[in-house]
């Protein structure tokens, strides 16, 4: 990684966060793999050994389609109740007034609850993409939270429905606009984390491969 070039544009305010559910680890916030595990353990055994993968969007629609939505997203809720550690990491960000704009795929607050409502603004759907304030970190949580349930993204559904049918339209045209325009440093993102490549090689195939560097840590 060149970090150089990387700090550079940083200074000159031409990189975007992309905040993964590894970001909130030290604070507490669960893995992908507990979430699963959350809802395996609600699962019989004999729906558990028909599964074909453990990623969390799959299982969650393998779930949804035996016990419904509202047991979904309750199992999902509870995880998200977790006792908060350390957030230095969340409140370090907050001193670094170079980054104007925080893309995240969690279901936590821990960003926005860090920053406060003086220094941030949320834009969970298209209807948050209105009158953005200037004077304000923007923080777009792409995968929704539970403020708002109906705007949750988990299943393999909710994915097909954001992309390819485009529920939120306005919202996902400012995530491209970022990705055309500014650096993105990923932070807290695996190798293995299928579903942002898959957001990535969307919006590669949309710009032609168009993109200015993509950072991950």
């Given amino acids: 990684m060149d970090f150089k070039n990387l700090i550079e544009n940083i200074r000159k305010e031409r990189v975007t966060l992309f905040l993964g559910s590894g970001f909130s680890f030290k604070a ?5 793999s507990v979430l699963v595990d959350s809802l395996l353990s609600k ?3 004999e729906e558990r050994n028909s599964l074909t993968g453990k990623q969390l969007d799959y299982v969650a629609e393998e779930y949804e389609q035996v016990y419904g939505r509202d047991s979904l997203l309750e199992i999902i809720k509870a995880q998200m109740d977790f006792k908060r550690k350390d957030l230095s990491d969340h409140e370090f960000l907050t001193q670094i007034p170079h980054f104007h704009r ?3 795929t969690n279901y936590d607050t821990l960003i926005e609850d860090v920053y406060g409502k003086e220094k941030c603004y949320v834009v ?8 953005f304030p200037s004077d304000k970190t923007l923080i777009f949580k792409i995968h929704g939270d539970f403020s708002e349930k109906n705007n949750v993204i988990i299943t393999k559904d909710d ?3 954001f992309f390819v049918r485009r529920r939120n339209p306005l919202l996902w045209i400012l995530i ?16 293995e984390d299928s579903n942002i490549f898959e957001i990535m090689k969307t919006i590669k195939s949309e710009t032609g491969g168009h993109t200015r560097n993509f950072y991950l840590i």
Avoid: H, W
């Fill in 28 to 32: 507490g916030g669960p893995r992908s």
């Fill in 43 to 45: 699962m019989s055994s």
């Fill in 102 to 104: 925080i893309i995240t």
């Fill in 124 to 131: 969970r759907n298209t209807k948050d993409c209105v009158n």
């Fill in 159 to 161: 994915y097909t429905a």
């Fill in 176 to 191: 491209q606009a970022e990705v055309l325009t500014n650096d993105i440093l990923f932070i807290g993102y695996s190798l």
